[in-house]
């Protein structure tokens, strides 16, 4: 468990980095904007390998069950993760409705990704890897509105990015689910 954590803590910490103006602000200039961006890289790219080894050593050697997930809460994870993959589909610059009601789409996918995997998984290691991601995505949606970013902009209609948007998320959500018992070992069907 302590590998998981130290990459939480490497990972999470990389990204917040941004919420904190001023420590940002000294360390591009020491380091410059390049040099700021390559060690982010690394120390997210550290701490997320870490992430993984930690998460899957912790499967194998010490799973700690707190509760059993009822299992219709199956159908709900499910739909808040095709959410999770629009929501990362609307990523891109191409403006549309979707992307402008979500303003922050990228935050809103983690949100939804760590709270369905709360309500699918109840052990320990879920709870600390899940809990930390979802906490820390409510942390930084909280400090992006306090310094004034909007985010997307607000269109009216639905347009032809819309319809990328859906598609492409809904098919990445399909491929998820199809590569899920081979990725992260455990199948999202079954019963």
């Known amino acids: 468990m302590g590998e998981l954590i ?6 999470l910490g990389a990204h917040s980095v941004s919420m904190a103006r001023g420590l940002r602000a000294g360390i591009v ?3 410059g904007e390049g040099g700021y961006k390559g060690l982010y890289s690394l120390v997210s790219l550290v701490g997320f390998v870490l992430i993984v080894r930690g998460f899957a050593a912790y499967r194998v050697e ?3 069950q707190l509760w059993i997930p009822p299992a219709g809460l199956r159908h709900l994870t499910i739909t808040l993760m095709w959410v999770a993959f629009v929501c990362l589909a609307a990523m891109g ?3 549309g ?4 009601w979500l303003r922050h789409p990228m935050l809103v996918a983690i949100k939804d990704w760590a709270l369905a995997h709360l309500l699918a998984n109840g052990d320990l290691g879920g709870m600390v890897l899940f809990g930390s991601f979802l906490a820390w995505a ?3 949606r909280i400090a992006v509105k306090a310094r004034g970013v909007l985010g997307a902009e607000r269109v009216r209609g639905f347009t032809r990015s819309d319809a990328i948007v859906l598609v492409s998320g809904t098919i990445a959500w399909a491929a998820m689910i199809a590569l899920h018992p081979y990725l992260i070992g455990v199948s999202v069907l079954a019963l």
């Open 6 to 11: 130290l990459g939480i803590v490497l990972f």
């Open 29 to 31: 200039g020491r380091v």
């Open 62 to 64: 010490g799973w700690v």
């Open 93 to 95: 610059k191409r403006p």
């Open 97 to 100: 409705r979707i992307r402008g």
């Open 138 to 140: 409510v942390a930084d």
